[in-house]
Nanobody
Framework: QVQLQESGPGLAKPSQTLSLTCTVSGGSITTNGYYWSWIRQTPGKGLEWIGY???????YYSPSHRSRVFISRDTSRNQFTLQLSSVTPEDTAVYYC????????????????WGQGTQVTVSS
């Protein structure tokens, strides 16, 4: 069973870069077929998928966030990270790291395991 744990500052300043880390245990981030996603939840928009980094180190970002997102990984620590630049109060949300697996029938990810989420507030 795979466990995921988000960590990082709970407060960010407008115009700065938000940085979060997901620590994975019980499985390797290089395991074939695994996609490691960041998803956030806000009162106004609900759940929003931000992007992923795959087992093979490829990345794909939601068009809604693509210009500001960078996702990377550290295989030696079994971690992957989210960097979201130029943040505004609208980026205030609970951020989740999530394990997805490709569904062969739909060619899309089934989100299998979730972290508990971490609250991030963007404020001066």
């Amino acid at each position: 069973q795979v466990q995921l744990q988000e960590s990082g500052p709970g407060l960010a300043k407008p115009s700065q870069t938000l940085s979060l880390t997901c620590t994975v245990s019980g499985g390797s981030i290089t395991t074939n077929g695994y996609y490691w996603s960041w998803i956030r939840q806000t009162p106004g928009k609900g759940l929003e998928w931000i992007g992923y980094i795959s087992y093979s180190d490829s990345t794909y970002y939601s068009p809604s966030h693509r210009s500001r997102v960078f996702i990377s990984r550290d295989t030696s620590r079994n971690q992957f990270t989210l960097q979201l630049s130029s943040v505004t109060p609208e980026d205030t949300a609970v951020y989740y790291c999530v394990l997805g697996e490709l569904n062969s029938a739909s060619s899309w990810c089934d989100f299998r395991d979730w972290g508990q989420g971490t609250q991030v507030t963007v404020s001066s």
